[in-house]
């Protein structure tokens, strides 16, 4: 009787109520050495029942002095297999991300190295994430200097002057037309349809075919200058500036939900700190390798070509990076300035038609190449396989035209009274880099495919689905889906982003 009532007073000591308020208490008072000694005698589902609490707010900004409890909470769930959606942990990442580029402390890789290691273990995604951002700001800061002097006939000028001067050629050159135009009668109204007609033009004489070649030979000699061709790559130059500083701002928007920026930084510092604070934190990150290490992505006992891990790397690019682009694209039209589900939708929608079209488009290559070659495809294993090789080594420079054109116009089909879809050049880009990374995924060998049982509500699983912050987080009820899962031999590669709530989304 005495053993039963000490064990029943250690269970009551360690339930997941007291140890939570206990855990609170010891981190409010800074003492997350002995907050996390505490979380660590609890189970599998206690360490669960806490971390559905716990406010991850208050341990995150107490990094880097929290880093130990927030890796023994991590472990903990790792090691317990339960579902690790009960804890949204990118705020740590950011978190870190932001001590990185902001302080200048020597210990702080010594401080938060372990719970690196263990915010990948826990989301192996987060790698992924980590060098997407990295890559844009670097491409950010490659892009703000790019506004340097521009070729022109004379050597090396500004832009804007360049565009004046070719301008002003353009204007003379079209005066000229012009003034030729109303010499030869040409712009005039007094020619009657019946002289165009092509029983009038068989009828013309050797005088009138002459005269004709002269008039459109002078005209010809005005306007197909040299001179006058630099117009477009001037324009095209232009073009590429504006994107690149809009790719800029963009990246500046999205630190600043990390960290208040001052305007008076430098653009380019602000960028290029951050992107050190990735690489920082990415170089924490790298777990020795082994044969029997696992990059995360997937659960195949043997490691997969670069290639493979790239390819999934580019898709969660596709969600943290183009996403969010193309939804602030989205929400520049009047027209959907409220219509926060249709964005989603619209967002959803593109990557699920493209990989569809994509995938119809791969099966229609290889059809063809078979009726060229006069070869059964029910027999041609080994050829079907080789082909699929050549298309995926050949993925970045395959057009892909035609397969953006119809994933455009299926969406904007279906979406007729949104016309001022069908000129919005951002989601059009969109629309191109969701291709390119779907045409790079589906001629992968086993071919990558999405998850497309979107049935709602369902109870979420944690290996299939990852929640989104807005979500409730009391409730495991799958109410919208914003970014398919993918799937590799049927294992998930790639979680789905979903939203939870009690009541419809």
């Not at 002057?161 to 030729?180: F, I």
């Not at 130059?237 to 960290?259: G, M, Y």
């Not at 070509?305 to 580019?314: E, F, S, Y």
């Not at 299926?410 to 879809?421: G, I």
Request: with cysteine.
């Amino acid at each position: 009787m005495r053993e039963c009532g000490e064990r029943i007073r250690r269970e009551r000591a360690l339930s997941p109520r007291l140890v939570l308020r206990r855990v609170l208490v010891l981190s409010e008072g800074r003492q997350y050495r002995e907050a996390a000694a505490v979380l660590s005698k609890l189970g599998g589902a206690g360490i669960a029942a806490v971390a559905s609490e716990l406010p991850l707010d208050l341990l995150v900004d107490g990094l880097p002095h929290s880093a130990q409890l927030l890796e023994t909470l991590l472990t903990k769930l790792v090691s317990s297999g339960h579902q690790r959606t009960n804890l949204n942990a990118e705020p740590v990442i950011w978190q870190l991300v932001k001590l990185f580029a902001c302080h200048e402390d020597p210990t702080l890789k010594t401080k938060v190295g372990r719970l690196a290691r263990a915010l990948v273990e826990y989301q192996p995604d987060f790698h992924a994430l980590l060098l997407q951002r990295r890559k844009a700001l670097e491409q950010a800061v490659q892009g703000l200097g790019c506004h340097g002097l521009t070729p022109d006939i004379g050597g090396l000028t500004h832009l804007h002057a360049a565009l004046k001067t070719e301008l002003q050629r353009h204007v003379e050159a079209y005066k000229g037309a012009l003034h030729r135009l109303d010499e030869l009668g040409f712009s005039t109204d007094s020619k009657k349809p019946v002289d165009a007609s092509h029983q009038r033009l068989l009828s013309l004489h050797h005088s009138d075919v002459q005269q004709r070649l002269i008039d459109n030979k002078t005209l010809l000699t005005l306007l197909d200058k040299s001179v006058l061709q630099q117009l477009r790559p001037l324009i095209d130059t232009l073009a590429t500036r504006v994107q690149n500083d809009k790719e800029a701002l963009f990246c500046v928007s999205q630190l600043k939900k990390i960290q208040c920026a001052s305007e008076d930084v430098p653009v380019a510092s602000l960028l290029m700190s951050f992107s050190r604070g990735c690489g920082a934190l990415l170089d924490l990150m790298r777990i020795p390798e082994s044969p029997c290490h696992s990059d995360g992505y997937h659960s195949e006992p043997e490691a997969e070509p670069d290639q493979g891990i790239d390819a999934v790397g580019r898709y969660g690019g596709l969600y943290y990076q183009s996403r969010p682009r193309a939804l602030e694209a989205l929400d520049s039209l009047p027209d959907l300035q409220h219509a926060t589900q249709l964005k989603a939708k619209i967002i959803f929608s593109v990557v699920v038609l493209a990989f569809r079209t994509c995938r119809n488009l791969r099966e229609t290559k290889i059809r063809d190449t078979f009726r060229t070659l006069h070869v059964d495809g029910r027999s041609s294993g080994n050829l079907r396989s080789e082909l699929i090789k050549c298309l995926a080594s050949n993925a970045e420079s395959f057009p892909l035209g035609d397969a953006e054109h119809q994933v455009v116009a299926l969406v904007c089909d279906t979406l007729r009274e949104y016309r001022c879809l069908e000129d919005c050049s951002p989601l059009h880009r969109y629309v191109a880099e969701v291709t390119r990374t779907a045409w790079l995924m589906v001629n992968q060998q086993p071919p990558y495919e999405l998850e497309t049982d979107f049935q709602i509500p369902i109870r979420m699983q944690g290996e299939r689905h990852q929640r989104h912050h807005s979500s409730e987080r009391g409730s495991d009820i799958v109410r919208a889906y914003l970014w398919p899962a993918l799937l590799r031999n049927g294992i998930c590669v790639h979680k789905a982003v979903v939203v939870t709530a009690n009541s419809p989304f």
